[in-house]
């Protein structure tokens, strides 16, 4: 299915025949590759106006931080589609999406209540590639974004049985460690994405790097516990065979980031060290 860039006349929002010249956003000290990913995290193509005020807003209140990195911890400003919104609670309607900035309250709140121990056997080391796969695409907008950062199977497998999905994934997943595809897997469960790489990254001492995808709440991407979800880590060079049998099996899956060797970065912003997330360091809350 073709899709077509979301505009906004109110905003003066420019379509694909109308991309800004390299000579304006040189003179505004924007490089094309950053105007990209601005277009990226807004959700479309931003007017000279426009620009002019992020510039504006970004000199004034960055403090220090890069045009980008501010960016990312401003609201999301994608447009939500009406099937999402109908599936939505009224009042869910009415919670302000948090910056990304705020969620290290949540996360610091949420996740030492969850226990966030060493479970199982090791299986994130630094520099490993992280991934989540499964039910991803759920709440995922067909999109250019979602085309280029999502590795979204052709037709992917539906199971509603959960215990069905559960089960065809771990065969997949696990069929793939014993020929050293990938180091090891997870299921998604308490704490959402952000617990579950938490829990996953303690016995190593490891942190992560990972990039929230702009096409869902941020809270909902990082905490919510809903589908059947694995995080897989693997080595680079395991990337590509590891997508094309995933694609094969008609699973899809989403590109995370990489393992650190100890902190926590979310788009960029500091979470602080993996420790602050384990019950010793958090007082046994």
Known sequence: MQTTQPTNKNNNALNDNEIIEEGILEAMGISRPAYEEIQTIIGRLPSVDELSTLMAMWQTQSGGQGLLSWLKGQPHSTERHDYIE????????EIREPRVRECIDIA?????????EPTGETFVHRGYALYMV??????FVDSDYGRKYLHLAVDPINMTDESEAEAYLELILSSMQSNDALF???RIGSGGLFGTLVQ???????????????EVRLDAFLFGERGV?????????KEDFFLQKLSEARVNCCFLGRATKGRILIDGM????????????????
Do not use: M, N, W
Request: with cysteine.
């Open 86 to 93: 109908s599936e939505l609670e009224p009042q869910s309607k």
């Open 108 to 116: 610091r709140a949420l996740i030492p209540s969850i226990a966030a």
């Open 229 to 237: 979800r694995y995080i897989a880590a693997l080595d680079e060079p």
């Open 270 to 285: 500091d979470f602080g060290s993996i420790h602050r997330y384990t019950k010793q360091e958090s007082g046994g809350l």
């Open 134 to 139: 499964g039910d991803v695409s759920e709440l």
């Open 200 to 214: 996953s990254c303690v016995p190593s001492q490891c942190g992560f790097d990972i990039l929230a995808c702009r």
């Open 184 to 186: 090891g897997f997870r």
